[in-house]
């Protein structure tokens, strides 16, 4: 399902609350953000792997799970606006190549891998390539916040008060003209979730990157899962998915 996102933002050199970001000079309450839903796409792959052995049984179609995955692409995707708010706010000239490199590449990666493993079903427009248009599209806007978050809630309202924003046939219809699978393992349509990137930048107007973080274990851990987040996004299923189908191939040779 989930991606990650981008692991390098910017800088940020305004007061920190806790010496353990200090030598970064980052937003420790941005790496924690961004973290948590790290560690929301975590929980939720290994519940994904454990149904996939046959451990848990579940639909990911149940409400509940339609709305974990929506939270974690919620702070996903807000984390991509705010961040790009902070880096347009700390430079006349900011770059951000390097990040949009380090996206194409993981992108294009992901949909190798997949293809590889499960042509049937491999990403080819998941969260990271999302992310990466998302990211294109929120900088020429994101100077203007309030504006901008104003624009991605009247997005949102009209997917979910009118049927304006929904083409329900847009996936059979690509797929009817190009060589895509009918079924992908993880894809992010671009309504209504361009809105939810359009809000982020109102969060780094609001200053949330200021607000108190305290040092303790659960803020270290989650600010390094932020800060890491494309690494470890990239690696995470890989080491899950093979922990669990270990565990269950020593139970069926004890069985």
């Not at 007061?15 to 929980?43: C, H, N, W």
């Not at 493993?117 to 248009?133: D, E, K, R, S």
Request: positive net charge; glycine residues 4%.
């Amino acid at each position: 399902m989930m991606a990650e996102l981008p692991s390098h933002y910017l800088p940020w050199t305004s007061m920190q609350t806790s010496p353990v970001f200090e030598p970064t000079k980052r937003s420790a309450f941005l790496d924690v953000y961004r973290g948590s839903a790290v560690l929301l796409m975590i929980i939720f792959h290994f519940c994904w792997d454990l149904r996939n052995f046959g451990f848990i049984e579940f639909s990911t179609y149940d409400p509940f799970w339609v709305y974990f995955r929506s939270l974690i692409l919620t702070l996903f995707l807000t984390a991509v606006g705010w961040s790009t708010y902070i880096g347009l706010s700390k430079s006349n000239k900011p770059s951000f190549w390097k990040r949009d490199i380090k996206l194409f590449i993981s992108a294009g990666a992901i949909s190798l891998a997949t293809y590889l493993a499960m042509p049937n079903q491999w990403i080819y427009f998941g969260i990271l390539h999302f992310i990466l248009v998302a990211s294109l599209l929120v900088r020429p806007v994101a100077k203007w916040p309030i504006a901008c978050a104003v624009l991605g809630i009247l997005i949102i309202m009209i997917y979910h008060l009118t049927p304006w924003l929904h083409f329900p046939n847009a996936f059979s219809t690509i797929t009817h003209y190009v060589p895509l699978p009918d079924r992908t393992l993880d894809i992010v349509f671009p309504f209504p979730w361009i809105g939810v990137v359009f809000i982020g930048p109102l969060l780094g107007y609001l200053h949330w990157q200021q607000c108190p973080t305290p040092n303790h274990s659960v803020t270290r851990v989650l600010a390094f899962m932020g800060r890491y987040a494309l690494p470890i996004y990239l690696s995470h299923q890989i080491i899950l998915f093979g922990l669990v189908a270990a565990f269950k191939m020593v139970l069926l040779q004890f069985s």
